[in-house]
C-alpha cells in the first residue's frame, strides 16, 4: 500500500473527556495532517513538518475539513433497514407490526445481500466505517453482511439472532439450535479479515431461560467474541420480563444468572433501570450501548448518560436502525444532546464525538485498534465539512473556537458532511 498524507484540521482525543475538562481531553491542530502507510495511521502532527519528513507521501489536502477517526456504531439492526421511519408504535408493537415481518423476508439469500448493500451504502455515507449489527434468526442474514463488509475491508461485528419464543414460528429456533447455528457461524466469521462475531440472544422476552444460557455457554468458550442484546428499553418490557422470569431479582439479573454480564457484554438502551442494576453492571464491567433517536422515536425514555460515566459503565453511541430514526451518527449526537439537556447535564461536543468514535470502540472492546487517530490505529479516516450547507456555514462564520465551529455540524449536519477516506 501506498503511503499518503492528509491535511486538514486534526482533532485527537488524549483521555476521556467525561474524565477530565474537555479542553484537557483533546489536542486541535488547524493546519494538521495524518500519515497512513499500509492501512495504518503512521505519524499524527503538523502539516508542515509530517510533509517535510516524508516528501515520499502523496498529498491529500482536505483543506478545512476536519480530519477523525470514523463513526462506531455500537448498535443497529441492518435487516430493519427498510423499514425506517415506520409510524406510531411503541416497542412490542413495533416487533410485531413492522420488524417481524420484514426479518421473515431474510431467509432469501437474494434479498439479504440486496439489504446488505444497501445498509453498507448508507453507512458509508454517514461516515460509519464499523457497526455491532443484529441480523435476523437466519444464517443467510450474517452470511449476507459478512460477505459485504469483507469485499469492502471494512472492520465489522454481527451475529445471528436468537429466538425460541414470543416470536412467529418462522423465526424461531430452539436452544439448541441457536446454540449450534450460532456456533456455526462464528467458527465461519469471526476473525477472518476485519470481522467480529456477535453472540446475539435477541433480548430476554424471546429467549427461554435455556436458550439464554446456551447463549452463555457459548460465550464462555469464546470469550474474544462480544455477547449483544437489549435491556430495559420501556417499561412494558420490563414487566413482561417480570411475568416470564419470576424467581429473577430484576431484568440485569436474567442476563447475570445466565452468563451474559461481563466485559464485552453490550446492553442496548439501559433505561429504566433500579439502583442495584446500575450496581450490577458497574461491578460486572458490563456495557452499555445509548441509542437515543430510536428511544425518543418509539417514546422509550431519556437515558443517564452522567450516572453510566460516574460509574465508569463503557457507553457507546448508536443509531439503532431502524428503530432509530436516522443512519447519521451526527442526528445521532444531536438527539443524545438534546435528551442530555431533557436531563439537566447538557453534553459537551467533546464528549458526543468520542462517544462516537472511541467510546464506541471501548464499548466493543476495540479501542486499540480503531476510534483513534493515534498511530498504530487502522486508518478508518474520515473527514468532516464544518460549513456544508448554508445554515451551518452561516453559524459556523460566527465561531471563536473550534468548539463553536463544530456544534453546529453536530446538531444540523448530515451525510453532506461526511466523508470516508478508504486505503
Known sequence: MKT???????LHF?????????????????????????????????ADVLKAAHPEAGIQNHGQHLILPGFIDAHAHFPQTAIIASWGKRL?????????PEEARFHDAAYAAKIAEVYLDLCFDNGITTAASYCTIHPTSVDALMSAAQRRGLRWIAGKVMMDRNAPENLRDTAQKG?????????????????????????????????????GALWA????????????EQTEEIAWVRSLFPSA???????????????????????HLSDREWSALAETGTHIAHCPTSNTFIGSGLFDMARAQTLTIPTGLATDVGAGSSFSMLRTMAAAYEISQLRGQPLHPAQLLWLATEGSARALRLDTKIGSLKPGMEADLITLDLASTAAIAQRQSRATNIWEEIFPTLMMGDDRATKVLVH
Open 14 to 46: 488524549t483521555k476521556s473527556p467525561f474524565e477530565v475538562p474537555p479542553g484537557e481531553a483533546v489536542h486541535h491542530e488547524t493546519n494538521g495532517a495524518v500519515l497512513v502507510k499500509e492501512g495504518k495511521v503512521a505519524a499524527l502532527g503538523q
Open 179 to 215: 446454540y449450534d447455528e450460532s456456533k456455526a457461524l462464528l467458527e465461519k466469521w469471526h476473525g477472518v479479515g476485519r470481522l467480529g462475531y456477535a453472540i446475539t440472544p435477541r433480548f430476554a422476552p424471546t429467549s427461554s431461560e435455556a436458550q439464554l444460557e446456551a447463549a
Open 92 to 100: 412490542i408493537d413495533w416487533l410485531n407490526a413492522y420488524t417481524f
Open 4 to 10: 499518503t498524507l492528509h491535511l486538514g484540521q486534526t
Open 221 to 232: 468458550e469464546h470469550p474474544a467474541c462480544v455477547m449483544q442484546t437489549h435491556l430495559s
Open 249 to 271: 431479582r430484576d431484568y440485569v439479573d436474567v442476563y447475570q444468572s445466565t452468563g451474559l454480564t461481563g466485559p464485552g457484554a453490550i446492553m442496548g438502551h439501559a433505561i
